[in-house]
């Protein structure tokens, strides 16, 4: 375990569907992240929060909202989605700072998502 | 826009040997990150090694090393006395000096296979 929990590990959903995955760390890192990792595709970083501040939002479809309602947790809520939105959805988290650990990401397990 | 770039979609290497895997990136900046990720097949992402732009000496950790020549603008990962645990997916990431809480650009990877 890297402390980036993401819940749940796999989640399959109907287009029509409303769900949420959850992401949460206690390590202290302002930055939250959001990454889609498709096969055969390279990582997509979707959204960046900052001291729960959006900081980036990658030319996203609204039917993907990000919610970060304090440093610790991110959510990505999901509605309407496509077949081709299945893929795994990676939170990462990185601290502030200039020192060794500083801009280093830290990654969840992931979540799996299937539509249907 | 930076890009990072891994052509070795594959590599093999035999175990105890040593393999190197290449990646370039393009910036117009002087002052960044560069990182190595590893993604085994569990799919936990974990830094491999980290690498400041304004440091002339290469990074090392363990069995992991980095040649890092900014001019060419390239970062190879060389490994060595290679075990099965090697086995992954590594990706080449790139972040500004500049971006406090920015985004990391990755490569698209490269599966290494690790045999015995």
């Known amino acids: 375990e890297t402390g980036v929990t993401q819940t749940p590990r796999h989640l399959v959903m109907g287009m029509t569907n409303k769900k949420s995955l959850k992401c949460e760390q206690h390590?202290?890192?302002?930055?939250m992240y959001w990454y889609k990792q498709s096969a055969k595709k390279p990582l997509e970083l979707m959204f960046v929060?900052?001291?729960?501040?959006?900081?980036e939002n990658n030319s996203v479809p609204s039917r993907f909202s990000p919610e970060c309602p304090n440093s610790s947790h991110l959510f990505l809520h999901l509605h309407t989605l496509q077949p081709e939105d299945s893929a795994l959805y990676l939170c990462?988290?990185?601290?502030?700072?200039?020192?060794?650990?500083?801009?280093?990401?830290?990654f969840g397990a992931g979540s799996r998502l299937t539509v249907l | 826009a930076q890009t990072v770039t891994q052509s070795q979609p594959e590599m093999s290497v035999q175990e105890a040997e040593t393999v190197t895997l290449s990646c370039t990136y393009d910036?117009?900046?002087?002052?960044?990150?560069l990182f190595w990720y590893k993604q085994p097949p569990s799919r936990q992402m974990i830094l491999v090694i980290r690498?400041?732009?304004?440091?002339?000496q290469n990074a090392t950790e363990n069995r992991f090393s980095v040649n890092f020549q900014k001019a060419a603008k390239s970062f190879s990962l060389k490994i060595s006395d290679s075990q099965l645990g090697d086995a992954a997916m590594y990706f080449c990431?790139?972040?500004?000096?500049?971006?406090?809480?920015?985004?990391?650009?990755f490569g698209d990877g490269t599966t290494l296979t690790v045999k015995p």
């Open positions: 990462a988290s990185s601290p502030p700072g200039h020192d060794s650990g500083a801009n280093v990401l830290t």
């Open positions: 690498q400041e732009a304004y440091k002339q």
């Open positions: 910036t117009s900046e002087s002052d960044y990150y």
């Open positions: 390590l202290g890192h302002n930055a």
């Open positions: 990431a790139y972040r500004s000096a500049e971006d406090n809480a920015g985004k990391s650009t």
């Open positions: 929060y900052n001291f729960k501040e959006q900081t």
